[in-house]
C-alpha cells in the first residue's frame, strides 16, 4: 500500500494523536503525518472532521475516519493479517472498551483540568481524583494482563494503546506539580508497564519527551488565555 | 446457546437501558429483566459495576459488561449468528461507531440541559440539540435506517431517546417534528417494528418520570 494512500492529520503533543500512530506502527503501515499547528485549523482538517473538526482524522485511500480509539478499531479490522489490537474474546473486548471509555470519560478529564485548577483545593482534589483512578487501573491491569506484561497479554493491545497515549502528560504533569501519581507502592504493576510500553518498538518513536511537553504546556496556556471566554 | 444465563439490570425509564432492551430482542435473546432503585442501589449492583455504580448492566453467565454501547457491541459478538449490528466493511463499521459515538456526546447531554435547565442555557441545549438532529437527518439520508434496510448499531444507539423526545418538547416549549421532520418520520417508522416497540417505553410515562425529577431536584 503506497504511503500516500495513508495519511494522518495530528499534532505531535496529543494522546489522541498517538493512538493511531501506535496502531499503524504495529501494523507497519507508512503513512503521511500530517501535522496541524496550534491556533489554526487546516482546510484539510475541516473537510474531513466537518462535525467535530478536531485531530485526529485517519484518512484512507481518500476516506476520512474520524475519533481515536473508532480509528484504532478500523486500522485492527482493515490490517487484519497483522498482530491483533484488540482481543478476541467478545468479553476481553468489552472489558478492554470499558476501561479506555472510562480514561476518556472520567479519568484524562481530571487529569486535564489540574492545570486549570483554580486554586490549590481544586488542585489536590483532581490530583486525588486521578490516584485514586490509577489505583483501579492498577486492579484492571492484574485482571487484564493475566500475568503478562501488557493490557493485552504478551503484547501490547487496545487497552495499552489507550492508556499508555496518557503516560507522556501524566509523567509532564508529575514533573509541573513536583509529585508522584504513579509509584511503587500503590501501583507497582503499572509502574513496570510504563516503562514497557513506552520503550516498546511501536511506540517509541511517538512517545512524546517529558520535557518537551512541560515547554508546550506553557505554550497552550499562553494560547488558551488568548481565546474568548 | 440454551445454558446462556443472561440479566439485565436495568431501570424502565433509561434510554440506555433500552438500547440494551432493543439490541437483545432483535438477537431473540431471552433474558431476566431486574429493574434497579437508584436511591437505594442493591448489592449486586454495586458488585457487577463497582467504578460506576450506573445501569444498564448485562450479566452473562456471572460475567458483567457496563456502559450501553459496549453492551451492545458485545450483545452483536457473541449472538453473532442473526441480525447483525455492525455493516461488514470496516470502513462503514467505522462511520456506525462514529455516529454512535455522536449521539452520546450529543444527544443526552443538550436532552439532559433541556429538561433541567432555564432561561439562556435551556435555549442553548435546545439549539444544540436541533443542530445534533439535523446533522444525524443528513447521514440517514434516503435510507429507511441508519443501518440501511434494516436496523443497526446508530438506530439502536439513538431511537431509544425518541421516548424522551415529548419531555424534551413539554418542559422546553418547543417542537422537534417542526424542525426535524425527517427525523421524527424515521422514528415513527422504527416503532412499527415489534422489537423496538416493545422495548422502547411510553412517552407520557416518561415525562411523568421526568416531572418527578424535576420536583425532587428543585427545578420549576
Known amino acids: ?229 | 446457546m440454551a445454558s446462556d444465563q443472561v440479566t439485565l439490570l436495568d431501570l424502565w425509564a433509561s434510554p440506555f437501558g433500552m438500547r440494551v432492551r432493543l439490541a437483545l430482542a432483535e438477537k431473540g435473546v431471552k433474558y431476566e429483566y431486574s429493574e434497579q432503585d437508584l436511591m437505594n442501589k442493591g448489592a449486586l449492583l454495586l458488585q457487577m459495576n463497582p467504578v460506576h455504580k450506573k445501569i444498564p448492566v448485562l450479566v452473562h453467565n456471572g460475567k458483567p459488561v457496563c456502559e450501553s454501547l459496549i453492551i451492545v457491541q458485545y450483545i452483536d459478538e457473541v449472538w453473532k449468528d442473526k441480525a447483525p449490528f455492525l455493516p461488514s466493511d470496516p470502513y462503514q463499521r467505522a462511520q456506525s461507531r462514529f455516529w454512535a459515538d455522536f449521539v452520546d456526546k450529543k444527544i443526552y447531554d443538550f436532552g439532559r440541559k433541556i429538561w433541567m435547565e432555564k432561561g439562556e442555557d435551556q435555549e442553548a441545549a435546545k439549539k444544540g440539540f436541533i443542530d445534533s438532529l439535523k446533522l444525524l437527518e443528513g447521514e440517514l439520508g434516503d435510507k429507511p435506517y441508519f443501518g440501511g434496510e434494516t436496523i443497526g448499531y446508530v438506530d439502536i444507539a439513538l431511537v431509544p431517546f425518541y421516548t424522551w423526545f415529548y419531555a424534551y418538547e413539554t418542559i422546553g416549549n418547543f417542537s422537534i417534528e417542526a424542525e426535524c421532520p425527517k427525523l421524527i418520520g424515521y422514528c415513527k417508522r422504527c416503532l412499527k417494528k415489534e422489537t423496538v416497540s416493545k422495548s422502547l417505553e411510553d412517552p407520557k410515562k416518561v415525562y411523568d418520570f421526568v416531572v418527578m425529577l424535576r420536583k425532587k431536584y428543585g427545578i420549576e
Open chain 1, 1 to 229: 500500500m503506497a504511503k500516500s494512500d495513508v495519511k494522518l492529520i495530528g499534532a505531535w503533543a496529543s494522546p489522541f494523536v498517538m493512538r493511531p500512530r501506535i496502531a499503524l506502527n504495529i501494523k507497519s503501515v507508512e503513512y503521511e503525518f500530517l501535522e496541524e499547528i496550534l491556533g489554526s485549523k487546516s482546510q484539510l482538517l475541516l473537510e474531513s472532521n466537518p462535525v467535530h473538526k478536531k485531530i485526529p482524522v485517519l484518512i484512507h485511500g481518500g476516506k476520512p475516519i474520524c475519533e481515536s480509539l473508532v480509528i484504532v478499531e478500523y486500522i485492527d479490522e482493515v490490517w487484519s493479517p497483522g498482530p491483533a489490537i484488540l482481543p478476541s474474546d467478545p468479553h476481553d473486548r468489552a472489558l478492554a472498551r470499558f476501561w479506555a471509555a472510562y480514561l476518556d470519560e472520567k479519568w484524562f478529564p481530571a487529569m486535564r483540568n489540574i492545570v486549570t485548577a483554580k486554586d490549590e483545593e481544586a488542585r489536590k482534589a483532581l490530583m486525588d481524583q486521578v490516584g485514586e483512578g490509577l489505583v483501579l487501573l492498577e486492579g484492571a491491569f492484574s485482571k487484564c494482563s493475566k500475568g503478562k506484561g501488557f493490557f493485552g497479554g504478551d503484547q501490547i493491545g487496545y487497552l495499552d494503546i489507550a492508556f499508555g497515549s496518557f503516560l507522556g502528560w501524566l509523567r509532564a504533569l508529575e514533573k509541573m506539580n513536583g509529585v508522584k501519581l504513579m509509584d511503587e507502592t500503590k501501583t507497582p504493576g503499572l509502574l513496570k508497564w510504563a516503562d514497557s510500553f513506552s520503550s516498546h518498538p511501536a511506540v517509541k518513536d511517538v512517545f512524546p519527551e517529558t520535557e518537551k511537553l512541560v515547554e508546550f504546556a506553557k505554550v497552550l496556556a499562553k494560547f488558551k488565555a488568548t481565546l474568548p471566554k
